[in-house]
């Protein structure tokens, strides 16, 4: 009940869990999401997003239709399917100092992707696809190999 409770709570206050500070742990659960993304295995998918993810896709200004807030597992499991065609070029990152992903090919960053992990599910996922501010980031440490 106590569980419950706090969640409620945290729903009406629109706050996250807090994320989880172990970067290993982390890791392990973005690694997951990444295996699943990459089967196209849904139900993979939803299991390790937390019940109320939240995913934010910011397209920039010349991608602005495509500025997205998705809520809830299922919405967020079926965009990570429909982005399967992304999933060979993704690489493990750490973004802000957490577990994240950085899509690249040929040199050119495509995507970068921020988690947010607590409690072993992936409770928040920020993507920045803004090929303006993608431009500036130097990530000459990727390895375009698959």
Do not use: W
């Not at 807090?18 to 990444?34: G, M």
């Not at 696809?129 to 993608?134: I, S």
């Amino acid at each position: 009940a106590r569980k419950l409770a706090s969640r409620a709570r945290r729903r009406v206050q629109g706050q996250a869990p807090a994320p989880d500070p172990d970067l290993t742990r982390q890791r392990e659960v973005v690694d997951a999401f990444l295996a699943a993304a990459r089967h196209g295995d849904f139900d993979a998918l939803v299991a390790v997003l937390y019940p109320d993810v939240v995913l934010r896709a910011d397209g920039g200004t010349s991608r602005a239709r495509y500025n997205v807030v998705l809520h809830g597992a299922r919405a967020v499991a079926e965009q990570a399917v429909l982005a399967t065609r992304l999933a060979p070029f993704a690489r493990p990152a750490l973004i802000n100092g957490t577990a994240g992903v950085v899509a690249a090919a040929a040199g050119r960053v495509l995507s970068v992707m921020g988690f947010t992990v607590a409690h072993g599910k992936i409770v928040a996922i920020d993507v920045l696809y803004d090929p303006e501010r993608l431009a500036d980031l130097d990530l000459a440490v990727l390895d375009d190999s698959p």
